[in-house]
T-cell receptor
């Protein structure tokens, strides 16, 4: 099925560990996004990529890095996880007429 | 400053009752407007969008929304709520011009449906 695929769906990390969240879309969208969702805080943009080869910071980029590997894939890396990064992470893609979201990654940092 | 306000954090309605979820925005440019729904444990799904033209837009699952420029509002409505409509609803606004596709999000309204 066409859409946005995120892996993994669940992850538990220890403080200081690193990991990469993967996101791939098969809709030929130019723009891709990483959001985090926390209770009472809505969706906050971490990083986005307006097109292949470009990335830009969003509202809450500290502690994260991204790579737009090609048009399909946009990964999010936590170099040294902290408990404050416990959240649900969503990847989305867009042509500018609305976003398509992945089903999310629930990350817990202990 | 650009912002989206959803005044109601939580709403409870009875099944079969009508529903209106409020959304107000502050945005300098001509906006794109969106409503998304998030079921528990799921990603967000686009319900409907407004770009231009008819200010009353129809979406999926029987939802509609009306854009009122004078009130800077884009309220979501449904004539008769079903138990499966229980979810989180998010309003968002984007830039109609330029290449920046970032959306500004409201904090969401949680809808509970009583049987």
């Amino acid at each position: 099925n066409a859409g946005v695929t995120q892996t993994p769906k669940f992850q538990v990390l220890k403080t200081g560990q690193s990991m990469t969240l993967q996101c791939a879309q098969d809709m030929n969208h130019n723009s891709m996004y990483w959001y985090r969702q926390d209770p009472g805080m809505g969706l906050r943009l971490i990083y986005y990529s307006a097109s292949e080869g470009t990335t830009d910071k969003g509202e809450v980029p500290n502690g994260y890095n991204v790579s737009r590997l090609n048009k399909r894939e946009f990964s999010l890396r936590l170099e040294s996880a902290a408990p404050s990064q416990t959240s649900v992470y969503f990847c989305a893609s867009s042509t500018g007429v609305g976003y398509t979201f992945g089903s999310g990654t629930r990350l817990t940092v202990v | 400053a650009q912002s989206v306000t959803q005044p109601d954090i939580h709403i409870t309605v009875s099944e079969g009752a009508s529903l209106e979820l409020r959304c107000n925005y502050s945005y300098g440019a001509t906006p794109y407007l969106f409503w998304y729904v998030q079921s528990p444990g799921q990603g967000l799904q686009l319900l409907l969008k407004y770009f231009s033209g008819d200010t009353l837009v129809q979406g999926i699952k029987g939802f509609e929304a009306e854009f009122k420029r004078s009130q800077s509002s884009f309220n979501l409505r449904k004539p008769s709520v079903h138990w499966s409509d229980a979810a989180e609803y998010f309003c968002a606004v984007g830039n109609k011009a330029g290449n920046n596709r970032k959306l500004i999000w409201g904090l969401g309204t949680s809808l509970a449906v009583n049987p």
